[in-house]
């Protein structure tokens, strides 16, 4: 049966499944799954039970929420990108994917709603919101841009998931017109350029942009 997404790869946690599954070179299929009703279908909620995206299928191995797919198919494929075999990198690689859960993709989530989703679906644009989150994520990349002027990416001198978990959200924000608030942060765009130099993330770019 082979690796299947279900989903869409334009959305961010969608996309980063598809990503790790690019960054590894395995075979894979995506499942288109459509917003709306189809989400809270019976056949979705046995894949998803919170009617959400990503679901992932691994043969008979079912499995959901982004981050912990990706984990799973770096093992399976011995990626180095967990820094497994080193307790304190590994760590440290946890660390700042739990940041960029907990700290980047909240205001960055608003800011792609608003600037990306609501138009497209017809809903009114709150500029407060997008205006509230950029100094919230402005915050944050302060806190990036101290972190990597030590090191070159987030975990250490060596690009991680933590780093490459990024790139979603960033991508997204990067289509927005809020794209000049990482001109302040030359540290971080030295990150981000790294990252979208990565065949993978070539690949992706050509994904998300289909």
Request: aromatic content about 12%.
């Amino acid at each position: 049966m082979g690796m299947k997404v279900y989903g869409t790869p334009q959305a961010t946690n969608v996309a980063r499944v598809v990503m790790i599954l690019e960054e590894v070179g395995a075979e894979y299929e995506v499942v288109l799954v459509e917003f709306g009703t189809e989400l809270k279908s019976p056949a979705h909620l046995a894949r998803n039970p919170f009617g959400q995206i990503p679901a992932f299928q691994d043969d008979d191995f079912m499995l959901f929420e982004s981050r912990a797919i990706s984990r799973y198919i770096l093992r399976k494929y011995k990626s180095d990108l967990l820094r497994i075999d080193d307790p304190k990198e590994a760590t440290l690689v946890n660390v700042w994917l739990d940041v960029e859960y907990g700290q980047y993709n909240p205001p960055a989530g608003v800011i792609i709603y608003n600037a990306l989703v609501k138009p497209i679906i017809g809903q009114v644009v709150d500029q407060q919101a997008i205006d509230n989150n950029l100094e919230k994520l402005k915050k944050v990349l302060e806190v990036y841009e101290a972190r990597l002027s030590q090191c070159k990416y987030l975990a250490g001198d060596f690009i991680s998931f933590a780093d490459l978990s990024h790139f979603p959200c960033t991508y997204c924000i990067m289509l927005t017109q809020y794209k000049s608030v990482f001109d302040s942060y030359p540290h971080v765009k030295a990150w981000w350029e790294a990252i979208m130099a990565r065949p993978s993330i070539k690949r992706m770019v050509e994904i998300m942009s289909a």
